[in-house]
């Protein structure tokens, strides 16, 4: 069992426990984090991409307003390539009491959330697809954030301040010795290889499956996996994020991210944060809902559908799950359970990722003797080299990420013959360039460059960069049954979004998808294989043998 010696082990590679590795590395001390899967690869890279302004939340968790207002604030001034500075308004449509308005201005101020009442001409004026029968509209500071490059920033930072950082490799065990936990076990799914890590303090940012890691040390933690499905509609038809202006409920917010707009979200408790679908009332529950938005809304194709769990952590019985408070908690076991060693951090939003690491780091250092203070609110995060591939800033001087910056980029290197996704504008040094990076297979791309998120959902990009993944990596000891089941994960991946919305236009794009991988490639010839871990990948029925 090969041995690793740290500070501090932060289980959990999705934004929270990236942010504290990057606190805990720019503190001076030594971190190890360890993921099972891809960076973001749970609850982070399944949400709807939403930068908070606070006001969805003054009314009925005015801490975690107050938290997402100040948050935005310092992520606008700290990653401004992640974040698409959109504005958002909170509208009162003909199903909401417009007397909530007063309510809700009121609340606004007092959580710190800055909103302005606009007049609905002006609202139709910057929004003309909206419903023209709204009775009132507030702006607030709502914003879209790429959590997938926040993701590889962050982690840059991180290795550049000294952090270690492993991928593919999943804690099997805590090591607990009387009443301190020392380290952990961790398997290298890619080999099996275990790694014994040994710690001063084990950190668990782990999210929904946090009650399951402190259940090794013997640990009670009691985490809510609540189930939120969206769904992506290959038009943007709106450039503001739109929210309902009444208490949280499903379906009430419409947010555009990159090409898309994600209508969300439902809140439905699953015992199993591994294991849940996506129910066809659900998909039809958020097109009915953003028909009360965006007129005709239902006549857009829905491009796919999916599902994130929230880490919500319940100290007290709650009626419903969106009862639970969306604020963070931190929870010192050592006082809190008697067992030194160990931290876990829970709840909580994207939003408010840095300050949950802020206030994580800070306990931590205080253990370990560290007073450096925490400096993660200043410094701005590097940008990954696959981003480094055109115009960085709009016309108007803006350094945060715009709509037309991939284009521009392809424009300005005469790029048009050299794209790979022409759906989300990838070219092959960007590809190239996220490989070069560490991109380990094709799903791993797609976080990175947005590889097969648009409308044709890989038809069309994923045999090409599978070869060029082969290309770039054979001579590492990628053969071509590994790039061969690289495409069949894909494809399977693509497929479970695909599944809940087959009808009209996306029955005819998955039909020629087909045609493509079956009657073209041959794809039902390539032989199924187990994912890290053992689970054996179900085929696309594009691949399925007879």
């Keep these: 069992m090969q041995p690793i010696e740290t500070d501090v082990l932060v289980i959990g590679g999705g934004a929270t426990g990236l942010g504290c590795a990057l606190d805990l590395a720019l503190r001076g001390i030594r971190t190890v984090l360890v993921e099972k899967g891809d960076l973001t690869h749970g609850t982070t890279g399944r949400y709807h991409g939403l930068l908070h302004s606070g006001g969805r939340y003054v009314t009925k968790d005015p801490r975690s307003a107050s938290e997402c207002a100040r948050e935005n604030a310092i992520l606008r001034r ?72 926040a993701a590889r920033s962050v982690a840059l930072a991180a290795r550049e301040a000294g952090a270690e950082i ?51 040390a013997g640990l009670t933690v009691t985490v809510v996996a609540g189930k939120g499905t969206m769904v992506a509609m ?13 208490l949280p409920d499903d379906g009430d917010i419409l947010v555009p991210i990159h090409t898309v707009a994600v209508i969300g979200t439902t809140d439905v408790l699953v ?54 408070p969306r604020t963070f908690k931190l929870l010192d076991h050592e006082t809190r359970d008697g067992v030194g060693g160990i931290v876990s951090i829970v709840g909580g939003k994207w939003t408010t990722y840095r300050l949950m690491a802020e206030e994580t780091v800070n ?15 200043t410094e701005t995060l590097p940008v990954p080299p696959f981003e480094h591939h055109g115009p960085p800033v709009a016309s108007g001087g803006t350094r ?84 061969n089941r690289a495409v069949l994960h894909m494809l399977q991946a693509r497929w479970k979004g695909l599944l809940p919305v087959l009808w009209g236009d996306q029955v005819r794009q998955a039909r020629l998808d087909e045609l493509i991988y079956l009657g073209v490639l041959g794809a039902q010839h390539l032989a199924p294989f187990t994912e890290p871990g053992g689970g054996l990948v179900t085929e696309h029925p594009a691949v399925a043998t007879e």
């Design 166 to 216: 492993l991928t593919y490799h999943h804690v099997v065990d805590l090591i607990r010795v009387g009443d301190r936990v020392v380290g952990a076990v961790a398997e290298d799914l890619r080999d099996g290889a275990l790694k014994r890590i040994t710690c001063a303090c084990v950190l668990n940012a782990t999210g929904a499956w946090a009650g399951r890691i402190a259940g090794m």
């Design 400 to 483: 945060h990420y715009w709509l037309g910056k991939s284009l521009a980029a392809v424009e300005a290197r005469h790029a048009y013959g050299d794209l790979i996704c022409e759906c989300e504008l990838v070219t092959r040094a960007r590809l190239l360039a996220a490989i070069d990076s560490g991109a380990k297979n094709l799903d791993d791309l797609r976080r990175d460059v947005r590889l097969g998120m648009g409308p044709c959902q890989g038809g069309w990009c994923v045999y090409r960069a599978a070869a060029l993944l082969y290309e770039r990596r054979h001579a590492a000891g990628l053969s071509h049954a590994h790039a």
């Design 271 to 324: 015992p199993d944060p591994d294991v849940y679908r996506i129910e066809p009332k659900e998909v039809h529950l958020m097109l009915d809902e953003g028909e009360k938005l965006v007129p005709r809304f239902k006549e857009y194709r829905a491009l796919r559908a999916w599902a994130g769990v929230r880490p919500l952590y319940r100290e007290s019985e709650a009626v419903r799950d969106r009862d639970i």
């Design 363 to 377: 306990l931590i250092a205080r253990r370990l003797g560290n007073t450096r203070p925490c400096r993660t609110a």
């Design 78 to 149: 700290i990653m401004p390539h992640c974040i698409e500075d959109t504005s958002g308004f909170f509208v009162a449509t003909p199903w909401d009491d417009p007397a909530y308005g007063d309510v809700f201005v009121t609340n606004c101020r007092r959580a710190g959330v800055p909103v302005t009442e606009i007049s609905l001409t002006e609202m139709l004026r910057r929004e003309p697809l909206l419903n023209p029968r709204m009775s009132r509209v507030f702006e607030v500071p709502d914003g879209a954030a790429d959590s997938f490059l």
């Design 234 to 246: 290959n038009h943007r038809m709106v450039n503001t994020v739109i929210n309902r202006c009444k």
